[in-house]
């Protein structure tokens, strides 16, 4: 049997900007996403702090180092530049996997620069 586990997050990112005019996804800087080991494509949460929506959608690569954390598409409307959210990804382990698993929790300041991992 698998059971689904947190896998990575990254904590209080600010969002800085919200594209409605493209198709989806949450586009991440690339040195957050290294660090957090979320991948291009994967499936993530939104837990926005600010307005407590919550919502799922995709991982597009940012540019490394820019701070970029950008809600895309339909999303664009969930969130608002200034949020602090909180984006999860999750993952399938056997029970036993899970016992000796430790989740990686990469904690970022104001600009999205990595404080504490």
């Known amino acids: 049997m698998l059971l689904e586990f947190l896998y990575s997050k990254i904590h209080r ?6 594209n409605l005019n493209y198709v989806g996804s949450i586009t991440i800087d690339e040195a957050l996403l290294k660090a957090s080991n979320i991948k291009v494509g994967q499936k993530v949460d939104i837990l926005d702090v600010n307005n407590g929506e919550r919502f ?5 690569k ?9 809600l895309n598409g339909a999303a664009a ?3 608002q530049p200034g949020d602090k959210v909180i984006i999860v990804a999750y993952a399938y382990f ?12 990469v ?3 104001e600009n999205n620069k990595i404080i504490e991992k």
């Open 13 to 18: 990112a600010t969002v800085t900007d919200a």
């Open 56 to 60: 799922q959608t995709y991982v597009i």
């Open 62 to 70: 940012g540019q490394a180092n820019s701070g970029c954390i950008c």
């Open 77 to 79: 409307r969930k969130v």
């Open 94 to 105: 056997t029970p036993e996997e899970a016992d000796s698993f430790t989740p990686t929790v």
């Open 107 to 109: 904690m970022v300041d």
